[in-house]
């Protein structure tokens, strides 16, 4: 299949924030959805709003281990009171009688704040005299009590579809009673390495040969991109392997991911059975680490080829892979955050591509945020990225910088992290 001309792809580099629409304009989210029980919802998307079918709280209740009473009771012409104690309320066990003139009631934080009483004094204001309690006055009226309703009342909305639930999102569901939740079905990523060099992990390596890394990176990365992943392992540069490879994770799977071979005019078969078996675009970015990157369709499935570089393919996956992955789950998109940091030491650049440098981001004696490099930056020097937290963004005419020049760090993310 020939591949067809693409108004997005350009002899000269783009820039990486100008790619990133571009590059998200060719998927699209998934529309199947499954009801999972709440146990198995973390990591999921969620497919729908959800509105409560509670008050939260559901009743009035005591913030503080202490003694409720009323208000009015008090004597405002003292600092303290004394009231009598009538009974105890404790969570799940409320006080059963009836509220009464000059009188207090025994209350653990939690416990239900029974009608007619309303407020609470906290234990460490008070003092136990026989059947009486002296209570220091609070504030006001209220004080110690949360209300019902004072979070959400019945019919507010509390999460939205295309947020990814996560442990606060799990105890919120179940706080209002929610059992179970309709959520996208996870996104089914294929992804293979080629290339004859490659031996995997355990093996001797003879001259001339590697260990297939990347693949392992990429699996890791896809497990914390919480899809469902099929490793299909190193393929031979063999043209008809290589075809069969792309078949097999084309029908099996939403995304197809390789890494290396993606380069324009590279001496391998990668990318002629790429421009046969599918409809490719290969882009020349201004990223560093980076610049070579594919995408297209193989059949119904999506493909983006990486770097081969290990670093390259890290940053490319991070940069490029992981917001198509969001938009194809049916993620909200968020912005990535970024923060300026003092550079500890200097950087050696070349104008004209977007680098992405590896760097510590910590704080230093006076609270400011200062970020060193990991040394030196190579993309296949994999241990850059073990020992990081944080890119270093350095814009694209940008040359070499300083140390003490103020910088914007991008922190690493739950996919890197």
Known sequence: M???????????????DQAIPLLLEQVSPISDTEVVLL???????????LAS?????PFDNSSMDGYAF???????????TALRLIGSSFAGHGFAGAAQANTCIRIMTGAPVPAGYDTVQMQEETQVQGEFILINHPKGK??????RGEELTQGTQVLNAGIQIGAAELGVLATIGVSQVRVYRQLK?????TGDELRPVGSELAPGQIYDSNRYSIQGLLSRANVE?????????????IRQAFRQAASQSDLVLTSGGVSVGEADFTKQILDEEGQITFWKLAIKPGKPFAMGRIGKAIFCGLPGNPVSSMVTFYKLVWPILNKMQGLTPKAPLMLPAILTTPVR???????????ILSRNSQGELEVAITGSQGSGMLTSMSLANCFVLLEQFQGDTLAGTKVTVEPFNSVLC
């Open 2 to 16: 020939s591949v067809k001309a693409d108004p997005c792809s350009q002899p000269s580099l783009m820039h990486p």
């Open 39 to 49: 146990p198995h919802a973390l990591g999921r998307v969620l497919a729908e709003n």
């Open 53 to 57: 079918c509670i008050d939260l709280p």
């Open 70 to 80: 009323r208000f009015a009771d008090l004597q405002h012409q003292t600092e303290q």
């Open 142 to 147: 209220g004080a110690n009590v949360r209300c």
């Open 189 to 193: 990523v294929a992804f293979f390495s």
């Open 229 to 241: 992943w099929l490793d299909l392992g190193v393929v031979i540069d063999d043209p008809e392997a």
């Open 349 to 359: 650049k070349q104008p004209g591509r977007v680098e992405y440098q590896r760097g």
